[in-house]
Each structure stands twice: as structure tokens, then as C-alpha cells.
């Protein structure tokens, strides 16, 4: 394959859209979007996060050491987006796009109703880098949509349809994964099991999410 050379810049892609919940030393909840998001650590899990200074979420992470990694799915990319182009310097993102809160279990810090999955996270260090800092923080808790699980306790979040970045666009990930870890060294009977509980378990989402919209 021919390859262009190009100057020096962070070209990783696809990356996770998510919205960071935030809270101020006072108790006033802020929410924003970081697609500078990354795994570090499985034991203790650990997740990092790149933030501007000038941004208000930065001060709130600054002063209480807590926040909440929101998932997004592809059906709140407007709210994603939203959260991403204005300040809370300026608006009230939450009660403008009318969001529901749920209060944090292991930190101070609300999550995002709306949400599929939250990861509540205490920041560890702090460490600055240039444009960004970067804050490297412990997962305390994670609350997951129960619809998305199932009964062996394993997430779907491909079930969620979820909000993928990929350098200034927005993709809804697919319903249906082109594979799953290890999948390219299972034994045959191992991907015929897999396949049968991901059939299971699309069912039984789709037969929740219709339960849902007829109440
Ligand atoms: C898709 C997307 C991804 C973003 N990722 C980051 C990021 O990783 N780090 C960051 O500091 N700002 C990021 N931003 C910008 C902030 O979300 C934006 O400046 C926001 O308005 C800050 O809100 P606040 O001032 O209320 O904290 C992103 C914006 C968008 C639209």
C-alpha cells in the first residue's frame, strides 16, 4: 500500500465520543465532551483523559478530583456535539438540553441518565503535556444500563449502537461486530456460542426496548 508522509500530529482514529460529567466545588453539575479518552490500566482500572485549561470542566476536575465518563450511543450525537461546541461559562448545557441526572454512587459527581454506561472515576494525577493535560484517574464504579447485560453478566454494548469519533465525524458503530476478541483463534463450537447468546440477547433487548415505548 502507498503511503503520503505527513507532519507530526495525533492521528488515532476511530475514538470514543463521550460526555464527561463534572461537578463544582459549590455542587453545580457541568457536562462535556472528550474524545481524548483512553484505557491505561485493567488492575487497578484506570482511565485517562486529555483536558484543555481553558475549558470549566478542567477546574471543576482540578478542584474535587472526581468525574463520570458518560458512553454515548449514536441517537445522542446531537447532544454530544452539543456539549462540545458550547461552555458552561456560557450556558447551562444540562438544563438547556434538559438532562437527566442520577446521583454518583462512589463520587460526588451525577451521570448522565441517558446514558448506557458510566464509569465514576478519581482522578490520580495530573500531569501537563502542552496543549492539553492529561488526568489519570481510577474507575471506583461503573453502572451499566441493565438491558445491556446478560445473564452471565457480560455487557452488549453493541447492542447500545455507540457514538464513534473519527476526526471531525461522527459514526454510529454497527449493529453487528465483524468479531469478537479471540475470535480469530476460537474453535468453531466456542463462535457457534457466541453467536447463539448475542442472537439471545438481541432479542431480549429489542423485546425490552418495545416493552419501554408502550408504557
Ligand atoms: C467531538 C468533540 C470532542 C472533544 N474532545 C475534547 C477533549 O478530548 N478534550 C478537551 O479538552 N476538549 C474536547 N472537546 C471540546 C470541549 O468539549 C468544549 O470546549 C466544551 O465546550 C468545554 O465545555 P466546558 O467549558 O463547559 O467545560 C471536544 C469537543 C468535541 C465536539
Not at 39 to 58: Q, T
Not at 82 to 92: D, L, T
Request: aromatic share 6%; hydrophobic share 40%.
Amino acid at each position: 500500500m502507498a503511503k503520503e508522509l505527513f507532519k507530526p500530529s495525533v492521528l488515532v482514529g476511530p475514538l470514543p465520543a463521550v460526555l464527561v460529567t463534572t461537578i463544582s466545588k459549590d455542587g453545580v453539575p457541568n457536562v462535556f465532551t472528550v474524545a481524548w479518552v483512553g484505557v491505561v490500566c485493567s488492575h487497578p482500572p484506570m482511565v485517562s483523559i486529555a483536558v484543555k485549561k481553558e475549558r470549566l470542566s478542567y477546574e471543576n476536575l482540578v478542584e474535587t478530583g472526581e468525574f463520570v465518563i458518560n458512553l454515548t450511543t449514536s441517537d445522542m450525537a446531537k447532544i454530544t456535539d452539543f456539549c462540545g461546541c458550547r461552555s458552561a461559562r456560557k450556558i447551562n448545557k444540562i438544563v438547556h438540553l434538559g438532562l437527566e441526572l442520577e446521583p454518583g454512587t462512589d463520587v460526588a459527581v451525577p451521570s448522565l441518565v441517558r446514558s448506557p454506561a458510566a464509569l465514576e472515576c478519581r482522578v490520580r494525577s495530573v500531569t501537563e503535556l502542552g496543549s492539553h493535560d492529561l488526568f489519570l484517574a481510577e474507575v471506583v464504579c461503573n453502572k451499566v444500563d441493565s438491558s445491556l447485560i446478560d445473564e452471565n453478566g457480560k455487557f452488549d454494548f453493541a447492542g447500545a449502537g455507540m457514538l464513534a469519533y473519527i476526526h471531525g465525524e461522527y459514526f454510529g458503530l454497527r449493529r453487528h461486530p465483524v468479531g469478537t476478541f479471540g475470535f480469530s483463534v476460537a474453535k468453531k463450537s466456542t463462535r457457534r456460542a457466541r453467536h447463539e447468546r448475542r442472537l439471545q440477547m438481541s432479542r431480549s433487548h429489542r423485546q425490552k426496548k418495545y416493552k419501554h415505548k408502550k408504557r
